[in-house]
């Protein structure tokens, strides 16, 4: 990477509420990024365990814990927004984990494709105690639509991207949400869909472009405290992000919203299988496929396929010979993934 781009500073914020379990991991392997010119600027959204005081053992100066009441995921990302001083920005789950190259090859990127705003990688799947679960979030690397971050979206979660600070200053507005005004970036009001929420905003609003590394830079952790099961409430809140979205972009949505709606009935589908209700999850397919958008089998067969498969077995087939016969699609869908990881990266490479 040329010196001058060495020389910018990166901002990285990280919201923080209960992850005292993580967060010592999560900062360390901030710290420990190839990448040295950065600021890491913790929200402590008024978490209730010690989350706080691990992240005050350590010392290293480029760390700022920011104190507020609580707002919720898309709060404490705005704060530290305001705060950011870096001309990049990232944000970082208080549970997730960078490898040490990953914000250095972001800059290199974003540095390299100047209308490129929003740099994204693929992410492997951890467990609790850092084991990989050999899975990954493969995602849609170039040619990012609207459509695209509606249905799927590419940056597959809150740690896999880096921004281009001015991204954030071409979708800023201001609101009185909290006794006064202030420069909001993430919609305060939005749960769960917060993230899809401000990517759409981007993609619509801005003239900055999506881009991905095929390379999985970001370790995503998988855990029972994590959200994304409670999933009425994933239904109602992306009901509400197509009604927001139709408000200022309301022919594209008429054209995209059962596209959209079919893609995220089947992802809660695969949620509601995580927790073991598969007759659920096979009327979310229902819905996806016969009420909404049937092209989707087509499109995207394998994971139609085996999202329908997935939940069936787990109607029909007794626990224990569901268990092995998920192991084994487990193994073999992460060596097919990892494959197409290896040959991306040799193509991004070339």
């Known amino acids: 990477m040329k010196q001058e781009s060495m020389n910018k500073k990166a901002s990285i914020i990280v919201p923080l509420y209960n992850a005292e379990k993580y967060i010592g991991r999560t900062i360390?392997?901030?710290?420990?990024?190839?990448?040295k010119n950065l600021e890491i600027i913790i929200v402590d959204d008024e978490s209730p365990d010690n989350?706080?005081?691990?992240?005050?053992?350590?010392?290293?100066?480029?760390?700022?814990?920011?104190?507020?009441?609580?707002?919720?995921?898309?709060?404490?990302?705005?704060?530290?927004?305001?705060?950011?001083?870096g001309e990049y920005i990232a944000f970082m789950d208080a549970d997730d984990i960078w490898l040490p190259e990953k914000l250095e090859k972001h800059i290199a990127h974003l540095e390299n494709n100047p209308d490129v705003g929003v740099s994204f990688s693929r992410?492997?799947?951890?467990?609790?105690?850092?084991?990989?679960?050999?899975?990954?979030?493969?995602?849609k690397l170039e040619d990012i639509t609207p459509?695209?971050?509606?249905?799927?979206?590419?940056?597959?979660?809150?740690?896999?991207?880096v921004?281009?600070?001015?991204?954030?200053?071409?979708?800023?507005?201001?609101?009185?949400l909290y006794g006064y005004v202030e420069d909001y970036y993430f919609d305060d009001t939005f749960a769960l869909s917060e993230d899809i929420e401000c990517w759409?905003?981007?993609?619509?609003?801005?003239?900055?472009?999506?881009?991905?590394?095929?390379?999985a830079l970001t370790l995503y952790r998988v855990h029972s405290q994590g959200l994304s099961t409670?999933?009425?409430?994933?239904?109602?809140?992306?009901?509400?992000?197509?009604?927001?979205?139709?408000?200022?972009?309301?022919?594209?949505?008429?054209?995209?919203?059962?596209?959209?709606?079919?893609?995220h009935f089947r992802y809660?589908?695969?949620?509601?299988?995580?927790?073991?209700?598969?007759?659920?999850?096979?009327?979310?397919?229902?819905?996806?496929?016969?009420?909404?958008?049937?092209?989707?089998?087509?499109?995207?067969?394998?994971?139609?396929?085996?999202?329908?498969?997935?939940?069936?077995?787990?109607?029909?087939?007794?626990?224990?010979?569901?268990?092995?016969?998920?192991?084994?699609?487990?193994?073999i869908i992460g060596n097919l993934q990892q494959k197409s990881i290896n040959q991306d990266t040799v193509r991004q490479a070339s």
């Open 28 to 35: 360390k392997s901030i710290l420990n990024q190839t990448y």
């Open 147 to 161: 459509l695209d971050i509606l249905c799927r979206s590419p940056i597959g979660n809150g740690s896999a991207g």
């Open 268 to 331: 809660v589908a695969r949620r509601a299988i995580t927790i073991n209700k598969g007759t659920v999850a096979l009327k979310l397919m229902f819905r996806a496929i016969f009420m909404n958008y049937w092209p989707i089998i087509i499109e995207d067969f394998q994971r139609t396929f085996e999202t329908i498969a997935a939940a069936f077995l787990l109607c029909i087939v007794p626990k224990p010979l569901y268990e092995k016969l998920k192991a084994i699609a487990i193994k």
């Open 123 to 139: 992410s492997a799947f951890i467990d609790e105690n850092d084991k990989p679960l050999g899975i990954y979030q493969i995602t």
């Open 51 to 85: 989350s706080v005081k691990v992240c005050q053992q350590f010392t290293d100066s480029r760390i700022k814990i920011v104190h507020q009441k609580n707002r919720g995921l898309a709060g404490a990302r705005n704060t530290g927004i305001r705060h950011a001083e």
């Open 230 to 263: 409670n999933l009425k409430v994933m239904l109602e809140t992306r009901e509400k992000l197509f009604e927001k979205t139709a408000s200022y972009a309301p022919f594209g949505m008429a054209r995209w919203v059962k596209p959209a709606r079919a893609y």
């Open 163 to 176: 921004f281009k600070k001015a991204v954030f200053e071409d979708i800023k507005f201001q609101a009185n």
């Open 200 to 215: 759409v905003r981007i993609a619509i609003q801005t003239k900055w472009k999506y881009a991905g590394l095929a390379e």
